[in-house]
C-alpha cells in the first residue's frame, strides 16, 4: 500500500474511530452508576437554593472518576441549566489559582479573561457577582488535586471556593476534589479539612467481568460487527486486568484495529493482537509509573534490582533501610501501594515462630523496569 492508498482508501473496519479516543465519554455508563447517584445526591440541595454538598473522590487512575464527573455535569448542564454551573478543571493543565479560576470564568462567560493586565480580583468579583445576580450554584470539579499542594496552592484556592459566601452574602458553591494517588488524603485533611469537610465516594478497580464488558461495548461501538472474535476480547481482557489500568486496553483494541488495516484485513487477527501487546508493555507501565511518586519510584526500583534473589518483606526493608532513612510503617505504605497499582505481588509464607511474611514479586520484566525507570526518573540513577 503506498501513500496515496493510505490517505484516500475508504475502507476501514472502524465503525467510529473516537471511541478509542481517551477522552471519549460513553453513552452507557452503568458500571458507575452508584457513584454518579451519590454525586447526583450532593448537587440536589443547590436545586432547592441550599448549598451543594462537597465531595472528595477517591480511586486508582483509570476507574472512571474523571468520566463519571463529565457525564454527570453534561447531564446537568442539559437539565438544570437555570440552576447550576458545573466546570470540571483538570489540575495537571491548571496548577495556579489564576488559571482554575479563568476555567470558571470561561465556562460562565464563554471566553477566557485577558492573560495580562486584569488582576485577579477582578476576574473572582466578576464571577462571584454573576452567581448573586443568577441565582444559580456553582460547582467546581478539580481533578489530580495532588497538583495543587505545591506551595499550598490547595487551601487558597479550596477557600477562594467554599468561603465565597463570607464576602458574598448569597452565594452557594461546592467542590469536587478527585484524588488517584491515596498518600496525599492525609495531606488533605491537615490543609483544608476544617473548610472541605467533604463526603467521600470511592471508585474501586474493575474486576474482570466489568473490564470485559467495558471492552466488549467499545468493540460494538467502534469496530463493525464480526471485526474481532470474542475469544481475542478475552485475550485483550487478560492482559488489561493484569495490568490494572482500563486505558491500556482500550489503546490495545485501537492498535490491534490499525494493525489489520496495514494488513488490508477485513479481520482482526491473532497476530494483530500479538503485536499490539508486544508493544503495549512499556505503554502500560508509563502509565503506572506516572501515577508514582519519587519515594515509591525508589522503592521499586530498588526492588527492580534486587528480584534476582527471593525477597520477603523483612529483607527489603532491612537492606532498602541501609540505604533510605525510612520507618517500617512508612515501608508498608509504599509496599501497599506499588502491590495497590498491580506492579508487584505479595503473598503471605507462615515462617514458623516469627509470624506471618511477605514474598514480595515483580509483574513487570526487572529489565523493563529499570529502563522505563530510566526515562521517568533519571534523577534515580
Same mark, same amino acid.
Given at each position: 500500500?503506498?501513500?496515496?492508498?493510505?490517505?484516500?482508501?475508504?475502507?476501514?473496519?472502524?465503525?467510529?474511530?473516537?471511541?478509542?479516543?481517551?477522552?471519549?465519554?460513553?453513552?452507557?455508563?452503568?458500571?458507575?452508576?452508584?457513584?454518579?447517584?451519590?454525586?447526583?445526591?450532593?448537587?440536589r440541595?443547590?436545586?432547592?437554593?441550599?448549598?451543594?454538598?462537597?465531595?472528595?473522590?477517591?480511586?486508582?487512575?483509570?476507574?472512571?472518576?474523571?468520566?463519571?464527573?463529565?457525564?454527570l455535569?453534561?447531564?446537568?448542564?442539559?437539565?438544570?441549566?437555570?440552576?447550576?454551573?458545573?466546570?470540571?478543571?483538570?489540575?495537571?493543565?491548571?496548577?495556579?489559582?489564576?488559571?482554575?479560576?479563568?476555567?470558571?470564568?470561561?465556562?460562565?462567560?464563554?471566553?477566557?479573561?485577558?492573560?495580562?493586565?486584569?488582576?485577579?480580583?477582578?476576574?473572582?468579583?466578576?464571577?462571584?457577582?454573576?452567581?448573586?445576580?443568577?441565582?444559580?450554584?456553582?460547582?467546581?470539579?478539580?481533578?489530580?488535586?495532588?497538583?495543587?499542594?505545591?506551595?499550598?496552592?490547595?487551601?487558597?484556592?479550596?477557600?477562594?471556593?467554599?468561603?465565597?459566601?463570607?464576602?458574598?452574602?448569597?452565594?452557594?458553591?461546592?467542590?469536587?476534589?478527585?484524588?488517584?494517588?491515596?498518600?496525599?488524603?492525609?495531606?488533605?485533611?491537615q490543609?483544608?479539612g476544617?473548610?472541605?469537610?467533604?463526603?467521600?465516594?470511592?471508585?474501586?478497580?474493575?474486576t474482570?467481568?466489568?473490564?470485559?464488558?467495558?471492552?466488549?461495548?467499545?468493540?460494538?461501538?467502534?469496530?463493525?460487527?464480526?471485526?474481532?472474535?470474542?475469544?481475542?476480547?478475552?485475550?485483550?481482557?487478560?492482559?488489561?486486568?493484569?495490568?490494572?489500568?482500563?486505558?491500556?486496553?482500550?489503546?490495545?483494541?485501537? %492498535?490491534?484495529?490499525?494493525?489489520?488495516?496495514?494488513?488490508? *484485513? =477485513?479481520? +482482526? $487477527?491473532?497476530?494483530?493482537?500479538? &503485536?499490539? !501487546? #508486544?508493544?503495549?508493555?512499556?505503554?502500560?507501565?508509563?502509565?503506572?509509573?506516572?501515577?508514582?511518586?519519587?519515594?515509591?519510584?525508589?522503592?521499586?526500583?530498588?526492588?527492580?534490582?534486587?528480584?534476582?534473589?527471593?525477597?520477603?518483606?523483612?529483607?527489603?526493608?532491612?537492606?532498602?533501610?541501609?540505604?533510605?532513612?525510612?520507618?517500617?510503617p512508612?515501608?508498608?505504605?509504599?509496599?501497599?501501594?506499588?502491590?495497590?497499582?498491580?506492579?508487584?505481588?505479595? %503473598?503471605?509464607?507462615?515462617?514458623g515462630?516469627?509470624?506471618? *511474611? =511477605?514474598? +514480595? $514479586?515483580l509483574?513487570?520484566?526487572? &529489565?523493563? !523496569? #529499570?529502563?522505563?525507570?530510566?526515562?521517568?526518573?533519571?534523577?534515580?540513577?
Amino acid at each position: 500500500m503506498d501513500i496515496s492508498d493510505i490517505l484516500l482508501h475508504d475502507e476501514t473496519i472502524f465503525q467510529d474511530m473516537t471511541v478509542f479516543n481517551s477522552d471519549y465519554i460513553p453513552e452507557n455508563f452503568k458500571l458507575r452508576q452508584a457513584q454518579m447517584e451519590e454525586m447526583a445526591l450532593s448537587l440536589r440541595p443547590a436545586l432547592l437554593k441550599g448549598k451543594p454538598i462537597n465531595n472528595l473522590i477517591l480511586g486508582p487512575p483509570a476507574t472512571g472518576k474523571t468520566t463519571a464527573i463529565k457525564k454527570l455535569f453534561e447531564m446537568a448542564d442539559f437539565d438544570c441549566d437555570d440552576t447550576l454551573i458545573c466546570v470540571y478543571i483538570n489540575c495537571q493543565l491548571h496548577s495556579t489559582k489564576f488559571d482554575i479560576f479563568s476555567q470558571i470564568y470561561k465556562k460562565i462567560f464563554g471566553h477566557a479573561p485577558p492573560e495580562t493586565g486584569v488582576p485577579f480580583s477582578r476576574i473572582y468579583n466578576k464571577i462571584m457577582n454573576h452567581l448573586i445576580e443568577s441565582d444559580k450554584a456553582l460547582i467546581v470539579a478539580l481533578d489530580d488535586i495532588n497538583h495543587l499542594f505545591a506551595s499550598n496552592m490547595i487551601s487558597e484556592v479550596f477557600y477562594d471556593i467554599l468561603r465565597a459566601y463570607e464576602s458574598f452574602e448569597g452565594v452557594r458553591t461546592g467542590l469536587f476534589g478527585v484524588l488517584s494517588d491515596l498518600n496525599f488524603r492525609h495531606v488533605l485533611d491537615q490543609n483544608v479539612g476544617s473548610i472541605f469537610n467533604a463526603n467521600e465516594i470511592n471508585f474501586n478497580p474493575y474486576t474482570y467481568d466489568e473490564t470485559y464488558k467495558i471492552l466488549e461495548e467499545r468493540v460494538r461501538l467502534g469496530f463493525f460487527p464480526g471485526v474481532i472474535s470474542d475469544d481475542l476480547i478475552e485475550q485483550i481482557t487478560d492482559y488489561t486486568y493484569e495490568s490494572g489500568d482500563l486505558r491500556l486496553g482500550i489503546d490495545l483494541l485501537r %492498535t490491534s484495529g490499525n494493525n489489520a488495516e496495514i494488513n488490508a *484485513s =477485513r479481520k +482482526i $487477527t491473532q497476530e494483530d493482537v500479538d &503485536k499490539a !501487546i #508486544k508493544s503495549a508493555t512499556s505503554m502500560s507501565l508509563n502509565y503506572i509509573l506516572d501515577a508514582l511518586n519519587e519515594n515509591e519510584q525508589k522503592l521499586l526500583l530498588y526492588i527492580a534490582r534486587a528480584s534476582e534473589e527471593e525477597l520477603t518483606s523483612g529483607k527489603l526493608y532491612k537492606g532498602y533501610k541501609r540505604e533510605n532513612n525510612i520507618s517500617y510503617p512508612t515501608f508498608n505504605r509504599l509496599v501497599n501501594k506499588l502491590e495497590f497499582y498491580r506492579l508487584i505481588d505479595t %503473598t503471605y509464607t507462615s515462617t514458623g515462630k516469627v509470624g506471618n *511474611s =511477605r514474598i +514480595i $514479586t515483580l509483574r513487570f520484566d526487572s &529489565k523493563d !523496569i #529499570k529502563e522505563n525507570l530510566k526515562q521517568h526518573a533519571p534523577k534515580l540513577y
